[in-house]
């Protein structure tokens, strides 16, 4: 089946830092999906994205499609401590399928 | 608006018991997806309904099923619980229609423990 691999697996920054982390597949997505999941909670969608290329922003977050189809980027510009928490990728081959969560990559911020 | 709801919060039940779990989807969301979401792991997909049907499902097993009303809300259902079955399962919603049926969105999550 479909597999995703997210990396850092995590990460420790400080206040201010950019942050980068990727995901990546053996499968060619048509949607790529960017939540982000505070303990206790269920994850919140931060970003989607629907074509090979497409570069889209929600505040200090933007996230990429990759050209390959295979991979999607997400970045987080001068981050803060309520950024704290675990982020997820998902994407699916075609409309109509059900969605692939990679295996997250934990975000830690210091003060 | 209201956002996509669960009940319980939590939930303790012992080897063999039967659970269900509850959803209702976010206002103008006709497509309910479940998942579970082991500690440390992603979540995983167990399946979708729509217009009251099973639509798709995960790699699961036959003691999780499930059921949709028609007033769209879910209801999950897993019979002789073993103890890997302890994770958070987690309700999430979409449209079926107007544009982007992609973007689901999730609820709180249901955490089971079992003993």
């Known amino acids: 089946g479909q597999q995703l691999n997210q990396s850092p697996q995590s990460m420790f920054i400080q206040e201010g830092e950019d942050v980068s982390m990727n995901c990546t597949s053996s499968s060619i997505f048509n949607t790529w999906l960017w939540y982000k999941q505070d303990p206790g909670e269920g994850p919140v969608l931060l970003i989607a994205?629907?074509?090979?290329?497409e570069l889209t922003s929600n505040g200090r977050l933007t996230a990429q499609f990759g050209i390959t189809r295979k991979d999607s980027f997400l970045n987080i510009s001068a981050s803060i401590p309520s950024d704290v928490g675990i982020y997820f990728c998902?994407?699916?081959?075609?409309?109509?399928?059900?969605?692939?969560f990679g295996p997250g990559t934990r975000l830690s911020v210091l003060p | 608006d209201a956002g996509v709801t669960q009940s319980p919060t939590h939930l303790i039940k012992t080897r063999g018991q039967q659970v269900t779990l509850r959803c209702s989807p976010k206002s103008g969301h006709d497509t309910v997806s479940w998942y579970q979401q082991a500690l440390g792991q992603g979540p995983q997909f167990i399946f979708q309904?729509?217009?009251?049907?099973?639509?798709q499902r995960g790699n699961f097993p036959d003691r999780f099923s499930g059921h949709q009303f028609p007033n769209y809300s879910s209801e999950l259902n897993v019979n002789a619980l073993l103890l890997g079955d302890s994770a958070l399962y987690l309700c999430a919603s979409s449209p079926s229609w107007g544009g982007r049926t992609d973007t689901q969105y999730f609820g709180p999550g249901t955490r089971l423990t079992v003993l």
């Open positions: 309904y729509y217009e009251e049907e099973e639509r």
């Open positions: 994205l629907y074509k090979a290329g």
């Open positions: 998902a994407g699916r081959v075609r409309s109509g399928q059900n969605f692939v």
